[in-house]
């Protein structure tokens, strides 16, 4: 039987994780405030949990806190954009290279079945769906390689960036995004290294490439 001090452990760390899967797929707003209070009443649970989780999610750009009761999920700025944009473009193929022996036929599998539904989604506008299964994909790539500082480094990333394409998508809808994710299969199934680099930087550069013809990452 799990010891209270186990019990609590994991409890703090579903919290946080729940607040985690909610960035990366937008489902928090950019400049919304968020208190300990409403959070943990949504989620049942105490606020310390809550707090604790949103103090780690500041320490990686995900929101600010600027006072006890103020905790603001920040806006985009075209500086920052373009940060996070380099961010990926250098971390991303880095990963996706450094994974693409270490996925098997079983994430082989798993990366149709996430296309498949992602492009039902495509088709049909689906938004949370589209950024549910985005992630799924990206992440079942990159955590098939064992450099764990590097898949948390991403993770941060798109921690930052989750909320402004979930606005930006509402804005223009997905139909524009063109499926890169086929041909990142493809060069993984060939072990074709130089051509799923490629995959892996058009893919991101469709969807962060949204935000500033949005003009969002100017702060709109």
């Known amino acids: 039987m799990p010891t209270p001090a186990a019990v609590d452990r994991l409890l703090r760390a579903s919290v946080y994780e729940e607040l985690r899967r909610r960035f990366v797929t937008g489902r928090m707003m950019p400049g919304s405030s968020l208190s300990t ?3 943990a009443q949504e989620l049942g649970v105490s ?8 103090s780690r ?26 940060d996070l944009l380099r961010c990926r473009e250098l971390l991303e193929p880095e990963a996706a290279v450094a994974a693409i022996h270490y996925v098997d036929a079983a994430r082989l599998k798993r990366l149709r079945a996430v296309d498949d539904a992602l492009g039902i989604a495509l088709k049909t506008g689906d938004v949370t769906s589209y950024m549910q299964g985005n ?4 992440f ?11 898949v948390q480094l991403i993770e941060t990333l798109w921690l930052q960036f989750g909320p402004y394409m979930r606005v930006v998508y509402g804005r223009v809808g997905t139909a524009r995004l063109v499926d890169q994710h086929q041909v990142a299969i493809r060069a993984i199934r060939e072990r074709n290294a130089t051509r799923l680099k490629r995959a892996i930087l058009a893919d991101i550069r469709d969807g962060m490439g949204l935000i500033g013809k949005s003009d969002f990452a100017a702060g709109a």
Request: charged fraction near 30%.
């Open 47 to 54: 606020q310390m949990p809550v707090r604790e989780a949103l």
């Open 135 to 138: 992630f799924d994909f990206h």
């Open 37 to 39: 209070r409403g959070v």
């Open 140 to 150: 079942t790539i990159y955590r098939a390689q064992p450099r764990r500082t590097l």
């Open 57 to 82: 999610l500041a320490a990686e750009g995900a929101v600010e806190i600027r006072s006890k009761r103020r905790i603001v999920v920040p806006l985009m700025t075209a500086e920052r954009f373009n």
